[in-house]
Structures are given as structure tokens and as C-alpha cells.
């Protein structure tokens, strides 16, 4: 599933715009309006609602429709990793202390075993920190694809560059105050943003309600 069905390709608004990381505009590939936390995947030439990566392991986007099966999927590695490691330590029918010596000196079987069970050892931890980090996203309303974006807020926000004026984010340079689209803009009150306390990430809706929204999407 994950590999096989549509990330999300449908242009039907699900999320509004924050005038902070999404800003109404059309793709510039696509030519069609570009919904909130959607991103142009160049790799399958479309946009994707709530694209979070190009998986190349999947050769699909990771986003709206497929991100809960690509939840299933890293699951499901690491539970193939547990039982594989499991399985193959019991085959050996080795103590941790015989490993090595089992691995090369005996039969080919034994060799081959004991190189899976390495393999399912060493990409367990990997995929467990993957789905991690994933989890954590969750639990952040972000996606990998925003993840980008609130680094540059946060580059801005340290350099003292990025300005509120009113409900409008502003970015200060040497020419002046632009938008953070690059648009020039008279500011009459501008006030810096200095702390994550003055913005809100409108995507958060806290961890179970996110995580559902991931699992359950609605149909676009
Ligand atoms: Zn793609
Ligand atoms: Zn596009």
C-alpha cells in the first residue's frame, strides 16, 4: 500500500494556510493552487498533500494517504528484525560466548545464519531510531518537509531578522522589511520575534489528536 497507492495528489484544501511556513500561491510546475503543507515531489513531477519525503525505498511520496503505511511499514521492519534476530540466534543454537566461533568454523548454513542475524541486530536499532524520530514529529505537528521550514524560522528568529506587524510576519534586510515571501512591505508597528512563545504552529493539535489525523485521513 504504501508503495502502490496516491500520496495524495487531489488539490482539495485540507489544512489553511499560516502565513508563516504556507503562503497561497500556485505551483510553479503544476500551475494549479498549492494547498497548505503541500509540497512539489520533483522526483514524480506533482504535488502532494502533507508531503513529508520522497521515500526511495518505497519509490513513492510519503504523505496524506500513505504516511500511516509507511508507519506500518517501519513497524513492521522492526518486528521482521526482532523475530529474524530471534530466529536465527535460536537456529545457531549458539551461547553469546560460542558466536564467533560458530560463525567461522563451522558449516555454511551456520554462516549464512549467523550473517542475518547480524543484519536483523545491526538495521533493528536504525529503523527503531527512524520510526522515533517519526513519532516525535507527530507528537510536533510537523513533517519532515516543515521540519526544513522552522529551521529557517528558527535561523531567523536567532539573527533577530524575522519581525510580527499586526498578524503579518515580516523579514527585516539592508533594503528594508519584505514578507516572508520575499515581497517588499511598508511595516508601521513591526515588533521582533525573538522566542517560539510568539508563534503557533496552527498544524498542532497535540500528540493523539495528531497521530490520528495521521492514521484516519479524510478523504480529500
Ligand atoms: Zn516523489
Ligand atoms: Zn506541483
Redesign the pocket.
Known amino acids: 500500500m504504501a508503495v502502490l497507492i496516491n500520496p495524495g495528489t487531489s488539490p482539495t484544501p485540507v489544512f489553511a494556510y499560516d502565513n508563516l511556513l504556507f503562503f497561497p500561491a500556485d505551483c510553479r510546475t503544476c500551475l494549479v493552487a498549492k494547498p497548505a503543507r503541500s509540497k512539489h ?1 520533483s ?2 513531477g506533482r504535488c ?1 498533500q502533507l508531503f513529508d519525503h ?1 521515500c526511495i525505498w518505497l519509490n ?2 510519503v504523505g496524506y494517504y500513505t504516511y500511516r503505511y509507511f508507519i506500518g511499514f517501519l513497524v513492521a521492519k522492526i518486528w521482521t528484525f526482532t523475530y529474524g534476530a530471534y530466529l536465527c540466534w535460536t537456529a545457531l543454537g549458539v551461547s553469546p560466548t560460542m558466536f564467533w566461533t560458530t560463525l567461522r568454523a563451522t558449516s555454511t548454513e551456520n554462516k549464512i545464519t549467523g550473517t542475518l542475524f547480524l543484519l536483523c541486530v545491526l538495521l533493528l536499532p536504525l529503523v527503531a531510531l527512524f520510526l522515533g524520530e517519526h513519532l516525535r514529529y507527530i507528537y510536533l505537528g510537523v513533517t519532515t518537509n516543515e521540519t526544513a521550514k522552522w529551521d529557517y524560522i528558527h535561523y531567523l528568529m536567532q539573527n533577530k531578522l524575522l519581525y510580527k506587524d499586526g498578524s503579518q510576519f515580516l523579514v527585516v534586510d539592508e533594503m528594508g522589511y519584505t514578507t516572508l515571501t520575499g515581497a517588499p512591505i511598508n511595516a508601521t508597528r513591526p515588533a521582533p520575534v525573538t522566542s517560539w512563545d510568539q508563534l503557533t504552529n496552527i498544524y498542532d493539535h497535540g500528540f493523539v489528536s495528531n497521530l490520528k489525523q495521521r492514521l484516519f485521513p479524510k478523504p480529500l
Open positions: 515531489c522526483l514524480c502532494v520522497h513513492n511520496d
